[in-house]
């Protein structure tokens, strides 16, 4: 399922979740949604560039991952009249170092199976 402004405007009760940088800038991939009011970033690489300290490396974004989980858990546990759709968080561009395969795919399922309203885009 490929996630557009006009989906989101015609489920009104959506929440996009997409792959973000902690500058909250860009529109590549996913984050082309990044401005609308039912879009939530989640951050998956530094900057909004393609220099190489711009990725993170699986090491430094153990804590980063959960930390965003602990966020994200805390906004669809208050947000229960929603569903939250979550795309393949890191899979794209900011995935230079396999922070997708190597701990986003492997945990973000179990990480998020206790709420009824998440849906996974993959």
Known sequence: MIITKEYLENNPTHIFVFGDNTYREGLGGAA??????????????????NFDYSFYKVKEYKNIYYRELV???SIINVNKNRIFLISKLGAGLANKYHIWEEIIKLRIKEDLKDFKNVKFLF
């Open 32 to 49: 082309k949604l990044r401005n609308h009011k039912q879009s939530y970033g989640f951050i998956t690489k530094k900057y909004p560039d």
């Open 71 to 73: 966020k994200l858990r």
